[in-house]
């Protein structure tokens, strides 16, 4: 296991590696594998980036995120003109059906709302939106409504499980009530934690997932 030190050394070594990480102003604070990140970012696509690289070190057992986005003069935009610039993105992305998600901000916050039938269009949709310029953070409050609900939603993410990932299926805890997917578990990674995830997400029939995985490095 790693020490604190070592863990905080590896954390700074990724970011700095990280090509879209810019800052060197990035607060990295470790106690018993919990990590907290502090600063002032210039885009709220580099803080994104930030916490991805963090989760990607072996032994973060937790991550407390109080980096604050803070835009230059030059990158700041009208809500107008970001809630144009949102609704333009989200035409244009193949993943994101018609009509379904809408754009709102406020004072550059940006939020999305509507229903869709899949998470991958929910997360498509995030995508689409997340590195546009003078946005300084995301809530992504679409809903998953699919047209089927399966009643072997659990058997289903077990198949999945065992597909993708096998080892930590053997593992884990689903319980499943009516849609809604609760995770349990351990997992010896952030990456696997995500897998396990979204193999739940894949799942037709399921429209919220709960993780509450944890990550044992």
Not at 44 to 59: I, L, P
Not at 125 to 138: I, S
Not at 197 to 217: E, F, K
């Amino acid at each position: 296991m790693k020490t604190d030190t070592q863990l905080r050394n590896d954390i700074q070594a990724e970011l700095n590696w990280a090509p879209e990480v810019k800052s060197s102003d990035i607060g990295v604070i470790v106690k018993d594998g919990v990590v907290t990140l502090t600063g002032h970012l210039s885009s709220y696509a580099e803080k994104y980036a930030v916490e991805r690289a963090v989760q990607r070190v072996y032994g973060v057992k937790a991550l407390a995120v109080e980096l604050t986005v803070k835009l230059p003069f030059d990158n700041q935009r009208t809500d107008a003109d970001i809630a144009l610039a949102a609704e333009r993105a989200l035409e244009w992305n193949a993943l994101v059906p018609d009509g379904k998600i809408h754009p709102m901000v406020e004072k550059g916050w940006l939020s999305l709302t509507g229903e869709v039938e899949w998470d991958y269009q929910r997360s498509a949709a995030e995508v689409a939106v997340r590195d546009l310029m003078g946005v300084t953070g995301v809530s992504n409050l679409v809903k998953v409504k699919p047209r089927v609900s399966p009643a072997d939603v659990e058997k289903k993410i077990h198949d999945a499980l065992s597909r993708q990932a096998d080892r930590e299926a053997r593992k884990l805890s689903i319980a499943v009530d009516g849609s809604h997917v609760t995770l349990r578990g351990t997992v010896h990674s952030w990456s696997e934690r995500d897998a396990v995830q979204g193999a739940a997400w894949s799942t037709p029939g399921v429209t919220v997932v709960v993780n509450d995985l944890l990550v044992d490095a």
